[in-house]
């Protein structure tokens, strides 16, 4: 049998083949895309770009006048406003607060630890919690009554952060980030009961009747015994991984309790009982913004009469009818906090860093102030912004108490700035007004109260 003749290649060869097929790919000419090169930033500094891919609102801002009621001094503010059983709509205070004294309640902002609740204040007493896990309690003269680390001793200081306050008689109910929901003597600081939530206890709590709800984890909802901590009833959510620091508190009334979850989600349970009455959920985002990403409800659900506002960061707010959840109506401004409804109108803070006012029948957008918004001006340096909280409608005026160090007052009829007061080291919580004075959380760790 014939063999075919076998030919070697020398391995230099092989290289010289290879070399000459990258060489021949190299000389391709390049084909350019036609066109005006943009800066990719350019979103963030042209107006005519930015205003389609935001969908803000330009709308000319109107001047209408508002019925405000007579300011109440109330003498304490001891519960999250969006129960109205624990709100003052229109607490009194001077029209130019200045800081009167500042103590010192523990830990302040850090890269890893955030302060989320706000204060509560009753019986001459304000209620704070830093940013890790240490509740402090405050005289309304500025001393310092007593402090209690709360970090579970099976867990190491700061961990974790953030939680929420209420207070009722004689207790203090804080949540910890920990996953710990806690009843406190208010006199002493003793602890009286925890109750393990088994997950992120940033939420914070409503006390009603003889049950304390909490959402824990951004997806269940709680009802435990005020006496002794011990489970009634649970409610689930479907699971969200993306969430924003500090869960909302319920919404109660005698029959209803309302909760708002990670997911966009909100649902009305019977109060006793826990059984489903209506479960809706706020959807809808502004085009163009990786925020929009986030559907945790943001705006604290609040009750007023039969409407319940809610509202998410992503660019919706949402009037739902209290009765069936079905929405009365849906604005396009997202909110990063509360809103305040007063007067046939609803006052909140937008994801662009506005002040609004809408009309509470339909939504739609009486006026608009904008807020200072990017910590640095540059445009390749535009990655952080300033935080704002609020609002609160007191003495006749509406405040916001910002990161950047000043608490702003706004003319409530058409949004005009009517004054400033500085704030040592920026707030890092919303106000709240009791006895005629405004208190607040500096990033600094420090209570503030303005007279």
């Known amino acids: 049998m014939i063999q075919p003749k076998r030919f070697a290649v020398h391995p230099v060869m092989c290289g010289l083949f290879a070399g000459a097929l990258v060489l021949s790919a190299c000389t391709e000419r390049e084909t350019y895309l036609v066109g005006e090169r943009e800066n990719v930033r350019s979103v963030l500094t042209d107006p005519d770009l930015a205003e389609p891919l935001q969908v803000r609102d330009t709308s000319p801002n109107e001047s209408r006048p508002i019925a405000l009621g007579a300011a109440s001094n109330n003498a304490s503010w001891s519960q999250s406003a969006g129960t109205p059983k624990f709100r003052t709509s229109h607490p009194a205070l001077r029209a130019a607060p200045q800081l009167a004294w500042?103590?010192?309640?523990?830990?302040?902002?850090?890269?890893?630890?955030?302060?989320?609740?706000?204060?509560?204040?009753?019986?001459?007493?304000?209620?704070?919690?830093?940013?890790?896990?240490?509740?402090?309690?405050?005289?309304?003269?500025?001393?310092?009554?007593?402090?209690?680390?709360?970090?579970?001793?099976?867990?190491?200081?700061?961990?974790?952060?953030?939680?929420?306050?209420?207070?009722?008689?004689?207790?203090?109910?804080?949540?910890?980030?920990?996953?710990?929901?806690?009843?406190?003597?208010?006199?002493?600081?003793?602890?009286?009961?925890?109750?393990?939530?088994?997950?992120?206890?940033?939420?914070?709590?409503?006390?009603?009747?003889?049950?304390?709800?909490?959402?824990?984890?951004?997806?269940?909802?709680?009802?435990?015994?005020?006496?002794?901590?011990?489970?009634?009833?649970?409610?689930?959510?479907?699971?969200?991984?993306?969430?924003?620091?500090?869960?909302?508190?319920?919404?109660?009334?005698?029959?209803?309790?309302?909760?708002?979850?990670?997911s966009g989600e909100v649902q009305a349970v019977f109060r006793r009982g826990g059984l489903p009455r209506w479960n809706t959920a706020v959807v809808g985002k502004r085009p163009g913004r990786a925020m929009s990403s986030i559907s945790d409800v943001t705006s604290a659900p609040m009750l007023s009469g039969d409407t319940l506002y809610a509202g998410n960061q992503s660019g919706r707010l949402m009037a739902l009818k209290l009765g069936s959840g079905q929405p009365a109506w849906t604005a396009r401004e997202g909110a990063i906090g509360p809103v305040w409804p007063i007067g046939g109108s609803v006052f909140a803070l937008t994801d662009l860093n506005e002040l609004v006012r809408l009309d509470a029948n339909d939504g739609s957008r009486i006026w608009g102030v904008p807020l200072p918004n990017f910590v640095k001006s540059k445009p390749k340096r535009q990655s952080e912004v300033y935080a704002h909280h609020g609002p609160v409608v007191a003495g006749g005026r509406v405040l916001v108490a910002s990161s950047d160090g000043v608490l702003r007052s706004f003319d409530p009829r058409d949004g005009s700035l009517l004054g400033t007061t500085a704030i040592p080291g920026g707030a890092t919580t919303a106000p709240v007004v009791a006895g005629g004075t405004l208190y607040l959380v500096s990033r600094k760790g420090q209570l503030h109260a303005f007279r």
Request: hydrophobic letters at 40%.
């Open 102 to 262: 500042s103590a010192d309640i523990g830990q302040g902002d850090s890269r890893k630890l955030r302060i989320s609740a706000n204060p509560v204040v009753a019986s001459g007493r304000v209620f704070t919690l830093d940013a890790s896990a240490t509740l402090t309690a405050t005289s309304t003269s500025g001393a310092t009554l007593w402090s209690r680390d709360l970090t579970p001793a099976s867990d190491k200081a700061g961990q974790s952060s953030g939680g929420g306050l209420a207070v009722e008689g004689d207790t203090v109910y804080v949540s910890v980030g920990y996953g710990v929901l806690s009843a406190i003597d208010a006199a002493s600081g003793a602890v009286r009961w925890s109750q393990d939530l088994d997950a992120s206890g940033t939420g914070t709590p409503t006390v009603y009747g003889d049950l304390v709800y909490l959402t824990a984890g951004d997806d269940t909802g709680w009802a435990v015994r005020k006496s002794d901590g011990r489970i009634q009833w649970q409610v689930s959510a479907t699971p969200s991984l993306q969430n924003v620091l500090g869960t909302p508190a319920p919404v109660v009334n005698d029959q209803l309790a309302i909760f708002s979850f990670g």
